[in-house]
């Protein structure tokens, strides 16, 4: 008898802990953009981003830029400068890449 007893007791506390894990990641805050700036932002500056859409967490779409010093710069996603900075961020990752971050371009570029 105590057999069944100790199993009821494991799976009582192991759905009580799936059930506190739940609500516990469904409240992890995120990081996002409350607006954007228009102002062209120097490619050579940025060397990361990420983009923001509505409705997985965040109230607008951004594109979010990580200067070389680690400062974030929301900026709109539909602009064609945007995709220029990103083409330019990807190219310098490559290069980055193959030299091992021995660059000096690579300063504050993230290892991938």
């Given amino acids: 008898m105590a057999p ?3 199993t009821k007791l494991f799976f009582c506390i192991l ?6 894990c ?3 990641l469904a409240q992890i ?3 996002c953009c409350l607006s954007v700036s228009n102002r062209p932002i120097e490619k050579f500056r940025v060397v990361d ?12 779409d951004a594109m979010i830029f990580v200067t070389r010093h680690g ?3 929301c900026v709109p996603a539909d602009k064609q400068w945007i995709q220029e900075v990103v083409k330019h961020v ?10 091992r971050h ?11």
Avoid: A, N
């Fill in 22 to 24: 739940t609500v516990t």
């Fill in 49 to 60: 981003y990420r983009q923001q859409i509505r409705g997985h967490g965040c109230s607008i």
């Fill in 90 to 99: 990807d190219t310098l990752k490559k290069i980055c890449k193959k030299h």
């Fill in 71 to 73: 400062k974030k710069l």
């Fill in 4 to 6: 069944w007893g100790d």
């Fill in 102 to 112: 021995k660059v000096k371009h690579c300063t504050g570029v993230m290892h991938e």
């Fill in 29 to 31: 805050p995120m990081d």
């Fill in 15 to 20: 759905f009580i802990t799936c059930c506190c």
